[in-house]
């Protein structure tokens, strides 16, 4: 079960966490970002495959992912689940419950991870104090509207090779703004997940892989993915599917 961990005085906050540059306080003044460290006095670890939150639950915060990886997705009347993104370190999670205070998606553990616990109602307050705060929401919302683009232009318009192309281009890139190795990176999800995301089948994914290994695209062990032709994959992607 997830397991809330209250902050002590110690604990690393937003003027001092290593990806306040890419997080909540990406842009705005020093000291600004120190008024944030009020804001945040809980983090959530999620053991892996568990929810941080289920589909009708109360949207009372939204989460910075400390470290880990998420997955959230939608649920039909008939149970069918349809992902809709993959989240990393310093992205923000529970958006999708701000307009009715309810969320209308899981959020899912792809491996154990933990979050910042940013509650709505403080935030809502502490925005009056900071002039920086609402625009940086409006940045976060941007860019969840223009990766719901992304993705239904590569759904709608791209090839299966192209989709492929497009999401391991997209993970390469937001690997590298994190420090990590653009090139070489171990997949957190599974083969079907991507193709739930991308949709595509389990087989059409495992095909693709062993079609651009043979290509000489990329390398493959498992879930080691080992990028070999950048440049060949960024041409064949043609749209970043976010």
């Given at each position: 079960?997830?397991k809330?961990?209250?902050?002590?005085?110690?604990?690393?906050?937003?003027?001092?966490?290593?990806?306040?540059?890419?997080?909540?306080?990406?842009?705005?003044?020093?000291?600004?970002?120190?008024?944030?460290?009020?804001?945040?006095?809980?983090?959530?670890?999620?053991?892996?495959?568990?929810?941080?939150?289920?589909?009708g639950?109360?949207?009372?915060?939204?989460?910075?992912?400390?470290?880990?990886?998420?997955?959230?997705?939608?649920?039909?009347?008939?149970?069918?689940?349809?992902?809709?993104g993959?989240?990393?370190?310093?992205?923000?999670?529970?958006?999708?419950?701000?307009?009715?205070?309810?969320?209308?998606?899981?959020?899912?553990?792809?491996?154990?991870?933990?979050?910042?616990?940013?509650?709505?109602?403080?935030?809502?307050?502490?925005?009056?104090?900071?002039?920086?705060?609402?625009?940086?929401?409006?940045?976060?919302?941007?860019?969840?509207?223009?990766?719901?683009?992304?993705?239904?232009?590569?759904?709608?318009?791209?090839?299966?090779?192209?989709?492929?192309?497009?999401?391991?281009?997209?993970?390469?890139?937001?690997?590298?703004?994190?420090?990590?190795?653009?090139v070489?990176?171990?997949?957190?999800?599974?083969?079907?997940?991507?193709g739930?995301?991308?949709?595509?089948?389990?087989?059409?994914?495992?095909?693709?892989?062993?079609?651009?290994?043979?290509?000489?695209?990329?390398?493959?062990?498992?879930?080691?993915?080992?990028?070999?032709?950048?440049?060949?994959?960024?041409e064949?992607?043609?749209?970043?599917?976010?």
């Open positions: 079960m997830p809330r961990i209250t902050l002590t005085p110690e604990a690393s906050r937003c003027s001092t966490c290593m990806l306040s540059e890419i997080c909540l306080p990406l842009g705005m003044p020093r000291n600004e970002v120190a008024q944030l460290d009020e804001l945040v006095q809980e983090r959530i670890r999620i053991p892996k495959g568990k929810a941080l939150f289920q589909l639950d109360k949207a009372d915060a939204v989460y910075g992912l400390r470290f880990g990886s998420l997955k959230t997705q939608l649920e039909d009347a008939s149970g069918h689940m349809q992902i809709t993959f989240l990393l370190p310093g992205e923000i999670v529970g958006l999708d419950g701000l307009l009715e205070n309810t969320h209308v998606c899981q959020a899912i553990a792809l491996e154990d991870s933990e979050v910042c616990v940013i509650p709505l109602n403080e935030l809502d307050i502490l925005g009056q104090k900071l002039p920086s705060l609402q625009p940086q929401f409006r940045r976060l919302m941007s860019k969840e509207i223009n990766r719901s683009h992304r993705l239904a232009m590569a759904l709608g318009a791209l090839r299966s090779e192209q989709r492929l192309a497009a999401f391991l281009v997209n993970l390469s890139q937001r690997l590298a703004i994190l420090g990590y190795s653009p070489e990176f171990i997949l957190r999800m599974s083969r079907e997940e991507i739930n995301y991308l949709g595509l089948t389990l087989e059409t994914i495992s095909r693709l892989f062993s079609r651009f290994a043979r290509e000489g695209l990329i390398r493959v062990q498992q879930r080691e993915v080992h990028i070999l032709d950048m440049r060949t994959l960024q064949l992607s043609g749209n970043d599917c976010g």
